[in-house]
């Protein structure tokens, strides 16, 4: 989820079509899919930590692939995320950190937060 | 211009297409540095030297920002020691630079091992292909088109804003947020059925859903090429059996005309092309499915109409069925 520096969302769709008349900013626009360069304005995306809150991180592009990489449904603590498969959480393992993919991670596992997976 | 193989000629050429002339080959080239005026590089001897192979590609040159790229053309998949490698020959430029901001890249036809992506991270290198959560092999076209995409998005991006790429690992996820996606595209055109005009890209039964749904039929024809329908702003599909092209194209809608076979009814009573434009002509897309031989579209969730290589089918969805008879 795009948003405003004063947290306002932002639809998507519209800043795409609106920014991707400005081609100096389009770094592709191809069979892949579509970038475009936002580090100048005050774009930011709102990410789903384990604990539940949001994180804003400030956007520097937009991209909107043509064929969409999969997004898996995470039960980690009391929250439901939305995550790709690449998407990376760091567990406990045997008194050590490692890092495992959203598509490797179990039921059981033990963030380094310290919430549970459930599923 | 001498190259030690097929894959670094490849490389050069479309870094030189992308960049233009600001790209060179060099092999063995003894690594200088711009400033020798360090206490640790000063010596009686001058400064360490290393042996490198380097495509170096320029991206911007006020200020100068260059790209040095190391193509590894092996038998296997690249290993953390030529990440390593290359993390050192990229932090050692950037050390004793003058003014230039050097990035480093590695690119491998046969892929990385696990452990490299941790080694690009901290070095701040990209590499193409990505390693992603899954074992995947991208051939070595797809290794070069990710390349290509890398190099031209890089130099726009060094022409807005660079700086922001100097600490690790800015450098590694902007490269692997370029070429990330082309897992997705690996997979959803690996049946190579539907194409979007005028590019011809590879595309999906989504994207041509997504493009034609909700769109007004205005026009049927039957080609030897297979069944052609305009769309509402200029939109058409062709049907070919094996093929599914669609999309803004006025070619689309170009061939030599047949006499289409046309049916009607759940019964496929033949009739003409005439009575099937009559009916569907002016209705919205509703929905459609692909069964193989042919594909099917809904109108207005009344009609279901039928493109197949030689023609068209026609039904009502209406019930009960025999009093929708067409």
Redesign the interface.
């Known amino acids: 989820m795009l948003v405003t520096r004063d947290g306002e969302p932002i639809q998507i769709e519209l800043i795409v079509d609106r920014l991707r008349q400005q081609r100096e900013r389009v770094l592709a626009d191809d069979e892949i899919g579509l970038v475009i360069y936002v580090g100048d304005l005050t774009v930011y995306s709102l990410e789903p930590t384990e604990s539940g809150e949001f994180l804003a991180r400030h956007v520097t592009e937009i991209s909107r692939p043509r064929f969409a990489t999969r997004v898996l449904r995470k039960q980690i603590g009391a929250t439901v995320l939305s995550v790709t498969v690449d998407a990376v959480f760091v567990v406990k393992d045997a008194g050590a950190l490692r890092k495992v993919r959203a598509e490797r991670l179990e039921p059981g596992m033990v963030l380094a937060s310290g919430d549970k997976v459930y599923r | 211009m001498n190259f030690k193989n097929e894959l670094e000629r490849q490389c050069f050429e479309i870094a030189e297409h992308a960049l233009g002339a600001n790209v060179t080959i060099e092999h063995n080239k003894s690594l200088e540095i711009e400033s020798a005026l360090f206490p640790e590089v000063a010596s009686f001897k001058g400064p360490p030297t290393k042996e490198v192979d380097v495509l170096v590609a320029e991206l911007l040159s006020d200020p100068r920002v260059v790209l040095l790229v190391s193509c590894k053309s092996l038998a296997r998949p690249a290993e953390p020691a030529h990440i390593q490698e290359w993390g050192a020959v990229v932090q050692t430029m950037n050390r004793y630079s003058d003014s230039t901001l050097y990035f480093g890249l590695v690119l491998s036809a046969t892929g990385f091992t696990d452990g490299c992506e941790a080694w690009g991270t901290s070095h701040n290198l990209g590499i193409v292909p990505p390693l ?3 074992r995947l092999t991208f051939n070595e076209d797809t290794v070069l088109r990710m390349f290509e ?1 890398v190099l ?2 890089l130099q ?2 060094a ?3 660079v700086d ?1 790429l100097r600490a690790a690992p800015a450098f590694f996820d ?1 490269v692997y ?2 070429v ?6 690996q ?3 690996a049946d190579g059925r539907y194409f ?1 005009a005028p ?1 011809g ?4 039964f989504g ?1 041509m859903y997504s493009t034609i749904g909700g769109r007004k039929v205005q026009e049927l024809w039957a080609f030897d090429t297979g069944a052609v329908m305009e769309l509402s702003g200029g939109i058409a599909v062709r049907f070919e059996e094996s093929s599914v092209h669609f999309g803004h194209d006025p070619e689309i809608t170009k061939g030599t005309p047949r006499i289409p076979q046309c049916v009607k009814n759940i019964d496929l009573e033949p009739c003409t092309l005439e009575l099937v434009k009559s009916v569907v002509v002016g209705k919205s897309i509703t929905s459609a499915g692909d069964f193989g031989d042919y594909l099917e579209i809904g109108l207005d969730q009344r009609f279901n109409l039928g493109l197949h290589g030689g023609g068209f089918h026609l039904i009502s969805t209406e019930t009960p069925f025999e009093q929708h008879q067409l």
């Open positions: 992603k959560g899954r995409r031209r998005a726009v991006r022409r807005l804003q922001d902007f947020r370029l990330a996606d082309f897992e997705g595209h997979e959803g055109t979007l590019q890209w590879a595309s999906s994207e």
